[in-house]
C-alpha cells in the first residue's frame, strides 16, 4: 500500500491513543486523528472534508459501547473497516463484536506489529470491495465498477481497467507525486515491452475524461518528473464512505 491512510483512533486511554497515533505515522502508511468519546468519534466522521480510511474503537467509553456505536454506523451506511479493541476476549464478546457490524476484534493487551498487519489485510479488503467509494475532487471514484461520478451534473465516466488502476494509486499516494516509472511499474508489472509512452497515453485520455480544460489539467497534474492527484484543483463533493 502507498500513501498515508488516515485513521480514527477511539479511545478514552490517552496514552494508548498517543502510542497508537505515534506507531501508525512512523512509516509514513498511517495518519492519526484521535477520539477520547463516541460524540466525538461521531462528530469527526459526520463532518464534511474528514476522510478516514478506517476505524479502531474500543469496546468500552464514558458514553457509550463500541459495539452499538458500530452497529449504528453500520446502519447509517459507513461501509469502511471497524476494528474493535477490547480487554474482554470472551467467545461472546467477540461475537457481539462482529455482528455489530466489525471487521475484526483484537484483544488487550496486543501486539502494535499484529493490530498493523491486521489494520492492512482489511484495508487490502475494502479497498477491492464493491463498497469501496472514493472522493476525487468533484468525483465519487468507485473502483470495482470502474466509475467516476459526478453527482452535481448527474454524469457518470466510465473508466477502463488501466485508468481505475492509475486512478486508484494516485489516489492512495495523497499529495505525494508518483515517479512515472513508478506509476507504471505499479500499473502495468515489470513489462519491458510496456513504456513511459504508454502511460502518458493513458493520461491524456484520462484528462480528456475528468478535465474541464484538458489542455490546462487541474486535477491530474504533472509535477516532479510524475504526476499527482490535485482534490483542491476542482470544486469538491462530499461522499459519505
Not at 48 to 60: E, P, S, T
Not at 85 to 105: F, I, K, R
Not at 180 to 187: A, F, K, S
Request: hydrophobic share 40%.
Amino acid at each position: 500500500m502507498t500513501g498515508e491512510h488516515p485513521i480514527l483512533v477511539v479511545d478514552d486511554d490517552a496514552a494508548l491513543r498517543a502510542t497508537l497515533a505515534e506507531q501508525l505515522a512512523v512509516d509514513g502508511e498511517f495518519t492519526a486523528v484521535e477520539a477520547a468519546t463516541l460524540a466525538d468519534a461521531e462528530t469527526l466522521l459526520g463532518t464534511g472534508g474528514n476522510r478516514f480510511d478506517a476505524v479502531i474503537l474500543d469496546l468500552r467509553l464514558p458514553d457509550g459501547d463500541g459495539r452499538d456505536f458500530c452497529a449504528r454506523l453500520r446502519r447509517q451506511g459507513l461501509k469502511i473497516p471497524i476494528i474493535i479493541l477490547t480487554g474482554a476476549d470472551q467467545e461472546a464478546d467477540v461475537v457481539q463484536g462482529l455482528d455489530s457490524g466489525a471487521n475484526d476484534y483484537i484483544a488487550k493487551p496486543f501486539r502494535l506489529a499484529e493490530l498493523l498487519a491486521r489494520l492492512r489485510a482489511q484495508l487490502r479488503i475494502f479497498e477491492n470491495s464493491e463498497d469501496a467509494v472514493f472522493a476525487i475532487g468533484p468525483y465519487t471514484f468507485r473502483p470495482a465498477a470502474k466509475l467516476l461520478q459526478e453527482p452535481g451534473r448527474s454524469r457518470r465516466i466510465r473508466l477502463t481497467e488501466k485508468e481505475t488502476a492509475i486512478l486508484k494509486f494516485l489516489y492512495r499516494s495523497g499529495s505525494r507525486p508518483v515517479a512515472r516509472q513508478v506509476l507504471l511499474n505499479e500499473v502495468w508489472g515489470y513489462n519491458a515491452a510496456v513504456t513511459t509512452h504508454t502511460l502518458e497515453t493513458h493520461i491524456y485520455r484520462l484528462r480528456q475524461k475528468i478535465e474541464p480544460d484538458p489542455t490546462r489539467a487541474q486535477l491530474l497534474i504533472t509535477e516532479g518528473g510524475g504526476y499527482r492527484l490535485n482534490p483542491q484543483g476542482l470544486p469538491q463533493t462530499r461522499v459519505t464512505p
